[in-house]
């Protein structure tokens, strides 16, 4: 089992930005995919990026390019989601997931097992 804790979330005005963490306490990612995804009530969870931490490739959604960034830490052992120009519809849920490396990053909440709680990114007018 992979626990997987995500930190950074909060309150921010629009046009801020936000930088999300995601940290496997006692694991190493680097034979995993990480993802992000983000959850509205009602709504489907969508992919927002990814990354694969073997050779770093990163896919983003259309909604996140040119705004959001994800990286790995090798030193820090974390995934982050450096987030710009936050706009009112990015408020939502995000979750961090992950699966043993794949050939591809997955796009699908079904691409990944392991889950973070998810952190609250509220941001206002």
């Known amino acids: 089992q992979v626990q997987l804790v995500e930190s950074g979330g909060g309150l921010v005005q629009a046009g801020g930005s936000l930088r999300l963490s995601c940290a496997a306490p006692?694991?190493?990612?680097?034979?995993?995919?990480v993802g992000w995804f983000r959850q509205a009530p009602g709504k489907e969870r969508e992919f927002v990026a990814g990354v694969r931490w073997s050779g770093g490739s990163t896919y983003y959604a259309d909604s996140a390019k040119c705004r959001f960034t994800i990286a790995r830490d090798n030193v820090k052992n974390t995934v982050t989601l450096q987030m710009n120009s936050l706009m009112v519809e990015d408020t939502t849920v995000y979750y961090c997931?992950?699966?043993?490396?794949?050939?591809?990053?997955?796009?699908?909440?079904?691409?990944?097992?392991?889950w973070g709680q998810g952190t609250q990114v509220t941001v206002s007018t």
């Open positions: 006692g694991r190493t990612f680097s034979v995993y995919t």
């Open positions: 997931a992950a699966e043993l490396t794949t050939s591809r990053i997955g796009m699908s909440p079904l691409d990944y097992t392991y």
